[in-house]
């Protein structure tokens, strides 16, 4: 599914120099820093090379950094919230008794070792039952646990203000086409693993003749994957958008009844947009040319699959051991406290986060981040006035999508209703878990061919993360980031324009990269670029996306900048706004952002110094390979080491020369936003 998806900041380090005696901080910790490293050899290092050395990689994670560090502490703060919850007797209905229960079913792993295979039998045993092809249809409309395809409500691409059914393209369990078609020597280790895998979860129900099974699921998912679409495709809006009628899509894919299946997923409808067309024909084919037996394999896959890490230990660990420890190299499951912090947190998370924001996140921290946020938004607006490359007509557009962000801070103004969960602490977790994800399911639906609700938030307030939405043109910074090291308010405007004043001009960045600058102001799929202006918007992208490419991210293997391009066209664009903020609000008191200070590093070189430190991490190897292939992001080390060498302030900062094995030529710079 789509996944979806922060007046000047010096006014308000003003407005807290009022309020505290102490002098604002320079917000470096030097503990962070790794001087034995010549910043113009490898600035990675030297910014973060010190948290490096005392943050190490623990034996559950396969990538720890800022942002994980961060998160550890948001879970603790939820989960001494939740404990409290969960250690007194709590009125049945209430959301305290929600909380609590999925907190104590997830806890309760004995349980779970009595009731065995049994939570999952039911639906196995209805699988084993479909005695036809004819029931497929209905079959796959009501199921949650498993399907080749998904369904989701979204904003319509082309009419914004209403919502529309989508479809995307699904039954692959290793979620990435890469990991079923490439063939150099890691992704075929990987294919071996997951057969493995596959064949020992068989195992553990009780199946016979486990490795034919593990041959069926490889060879159909294989199949269905081989049909879909690349990550790099799937960053084209336009050719994922098909909007159809129910009638257009049962002529495309015959296969399936349509008007059955809607019925059956409570989500009849006129119309929908069906994401990837070549996909859901091979859906159709598949149903139509292999045999009952082997689809039905492929389902009871996919239960287990989806349920093993809600069962015994048995199952956990098989989980475990290919998804966690195969695939990303961790050594160990995280603690079972965090898996039921984070099982709380996807099951109720607005609710807890009402909780969060209530004991951790003041109210006037809020205002505060608001002007910061306009500032920033200022400052964008002044760099595409000045953009030699971009037309006058282009340029009024762009402002005036500027202008209309809708901008989310905190937490939401309204909350979730979670009146109709019904969390039953007599049935097995697993259980509890189909309910909760069928509420998850009932909620999306709900909004189905209705005007689309603008106030409704796609992170829980204690995430540790932001997001732009093209759709409805929204920024979103929950409460959980705004803390340090992504913003300080006893710290100056160096080290904040350089970390959270980064995140706030990358997320409205992403408005106006290769994927966001195909939606117009109103969130509509339009294209409001002039011939011209769109060919040199191009042209300058390439340049970052063949950069990326050219990176060697673990030996033999490179980086995908066509993948990273939207976020790395954001990072870019997030500095270069970032910096003028700073560079705006110091010339007001008459400062240069490159002159001393009286501190070991002048303003321009903290801003630098505070923007690394956001992407300090250590990784293991088996995980820089994977999320070379699943994420669109760059590895930390080339958010920095990779962005920073496009960004003119900062060769003068540190005084990066042509010696430095960083230095990028003027003329091959990335130069957009």
Sequence with gaps: MKKLLLSALGAIVLMTTACHKQPLTTGIRPENLDTTIVPQEDFY?????????????????????????????????????????????????????????????AMDTARREIEGIEPVRRTIDDI??????????????????????????EADAMNSSMNILNEYQAGFALGQR???????????????????????????YGFTDCEKAAETVLRLETRLATAAKSNVELRDPTANYNKMSVEDLQKLVPQIDWHIFLRALNAETDSLSVGQIAHLQEVGKLLEEEPIEDIKTLFIWQVLDGASAYLSTDFYNAHFDFYGRVLSGKEEPSPLWKRAVSMVNGTLGEAVGQMYVKKHFPEENKQRMLDLVHNLQKSLGERIQALEWMSDTTK???LEKLDAFYIKIGYPDKWRDYSKLDIDINLPYYANIQRAA??????SLSYLDKPVDRDRWYMTPQTVNAYYNPATNEICFPAGLLQYPFFDMSADDAFNYGAIGVVIGHEMTHGFDDYGSQYDKDGNLSDWWTADDKSRFDERTKVMRDFFDSIEVAPGVHGNGGFTLGENIADHGG????????????????????DPDGNQYTPAQRFFLAYANVWAANIRPEEILQRTKSDPHSLGRWRVNGALPHIAAWYEAWNITEDSPLYVKPENRVSIW
Excluded at 74 to 90: F, G, R, T
Aim: one cysteine or more.
């Design 45 to 105: 290092q030297f910014a973060t090379g010190g948290w490096q050395k005392t943050n190490p990689l623990g034996a559950e994670y396969a990538r720890f950094g800022s942002f994980d560090k961060l998160g550890l502490q948001c879970m603790e703060q939820v989960n001494e919230l939740i404990k409290e919850i969960a250690s007194q007797q709590q009125k049945k209905g209430t959301i305290e008794q929600k909380i609590s229960d999925v907190y104590r079913l």
């Design 128 to 153: 084993s039952g479909i005695k036809d092809k004819s029931e497929l249809s209905e079959k796959l409309g009501a199921a949650m646990e498993y399907g080749l395809f998904a369904m989701y409500v």
């Design 178 to 204: 890469d990991y079923y078609v490439d063939q150099d020597e890691h992704t075929q280790m990987i294919r071996d693993e997951y057969k493995k895998h596959i064949a020992r979860v068989f195992g553990l």
């Design 396 to 398: 009024a557009k762009a």
């Design 438 to 443: 069928k509420f998850e399911q009932e909620y």
């Design 575 to 594: 500095l270069q706004v970032s910096y003028q903020a700073l560079c705006n609000a110091m010339k007001k008191d008459g400062k240069n952002p490159m």
